[in-house]
């Protein structure tokens, strides 16, 4: 997830942390806001998924490709 996620936003990506926080913690933090919390949504997100709400967050005009089109 992080490498797409560096690959996808390139440009708007400045620094990407994987923090070892325990067992069955995962938390997806943009700009200080938590996009992604496996607690709440009760899993992982689908890489496409995810992209949506960091696109949402950095770059709301930027376009998915086909990510946007499924």
Known sequence: MAQELLTTFSDE???LSLIPSGPG???IVVSD???WSRKKQEGF???KQLKKLVRDILSPA???GHTDKL
Do not use: Q
């Open 33 to 35: 806001k938590v996009v």
């Open 13 to 15: 990506i400045d620094e």
């Open 62 to 64: 930027k376009d998915l």
């Open 25 to 27: 913690s995962f938390e």
């Open 45 to 47: 997100p689908e890489i």
